[in-house]
Structures are given as C-alpha cells and as structure tokens.
C-alpha cells in the first residue's frame, strides 16, 4: 500500500511538472489554417528562447515541424515518432508524460528541423514585436512565432505541433466524410 502511495504521489509530481512546463511557454503568433487530412503539413516558425540568468541575450531560431500522416491504417496502438524536439541538454520525459496521459496521436512522424540560434540583445518580447513587424510586412501568415524560458524551447515546438493537430482534427474528419472513408 506505501508502495502505491508512492507512485501516486510520483505521478502527481509529473503531472505538475509537466503543467508548469506546458505553461511556461507560448505561442505568441499562432496560425490558423488546418493540417492536411493526407500526406505532409509544413509548420514554418521563429522560436524565441529566453536567456539563461547568467547572460544578457535570447535567441531567436527559425525552423519548421513536418508532420506526416499515415498512409496506410495502422493498429491504434502505434505510436507517434517525434525526431528533433528536444536537444541533449532538455527533458524530453514530458513526451512520454504526453503521450501516456492525454494525447491520442496515432501513428504519426513529426519532424523538426531548425537552422542555427541566433543570438539577439532584445528581450524575449522585443525580439517577439520586431518578428511579428517583419511578418506583418511580408504578409506572412503560416508562420508562428513561439517563446519559451531557458531550455524548454523543445515543450515548445511540441506544444506548437499538438495543438496544430488537435485544432485541425474536426476539418480532418470532415474531409475524410467527404471523401467517403467515414459515414
């Protein structure tokens, strides 16, 4: 029974970890079109990372998440393949968190990619305000711009990633109706 009461309390500790991560980072510019039901979706961002308290900068990283839908229907049980979230250095037990807890992906591959930091002197809103003018300018909307404390940059391109999936599903489903693979 102490036994129990102990992997209780561990999974509580988790589940607020994981809350407190979630929470910590933002999409300060989201989008607003749907994945595709089929085949490939781009998501293009700028990820803003907060400085460590020892220095005096953040970075800004552009990248993308792919996300690829199956083409052939697989056991609900396969799970997601996520590549390039999380660097050595970052946690990425809040994937495992996910997955086991609230998320039903199927089988999916979700890749990262990004090009090197750079390293800016503004502050996280600064460099967030100055990306959204050059957006603006060029008119560009399928590009979000996400922030993050210190080394949770890679909570943040998966927060990005899962909420882009879960906000697409009711078109998804509509279009596989329409289709004819659902009545």
């Excluded at 933002?26 to 220095?55: H, M, N, W």
């Excluded at 005096?56 to 390039?84: L, Q, Y």
């Excluded at 008119?139 to 943040?156: C, K, M, N, S, Y």
Aim: glycine residues 6%; negative net charge.
């Amino acid at each position: 029974m102490m036994k129990d009461r102990a992997m209780w309390f561990e999974d509580v500790e988790h589940e607020s970890r994981f809350r407190e991560n979630w929470e910590a980072v933002q999409i300060a510019r989201p989008v607003s079109y749907s994945l595709f039901t089929f085949g490939e979706s781009e998501l293009p961002y700028f990820l803003v990372c907060d400085k460590p308290a020892d220095e005096d900068t953040v970075t800004v990283t552009h990248g993308e998440v792919r996300i690829t839908r199956p083409t052939i229907i697989t056991a609900e049980n396969a799970r997601p393949e996520f590549r390039g979230f999380f660097g050595e250095l970052e946690d990425d037990s809040i994937v495992e968190f996910l997955m086991a807890r609230t998320a039903g992906f199927s089988n999916l591959r979700i890749d990262n990619s990004s090009g090197p930091a750079e390293i800016v002197s503004d502050r996280v809103e600064e460099a967030v305000e100055k990306l959204n003018r050059q957006l603006d300018d060029q008119e560009e909307d399928r590009t979000a711009i996400l922030t993050a404390p210190h080394g949770l940059g890679g909570v943040a391109l998966l927060r990005y990633a899962a909420e882009r999936i879960w906000q697409s599903g009711p078109d998804n489903v509509q279009e596989l109706r329409e289709r004819g693979f659902l009545p």
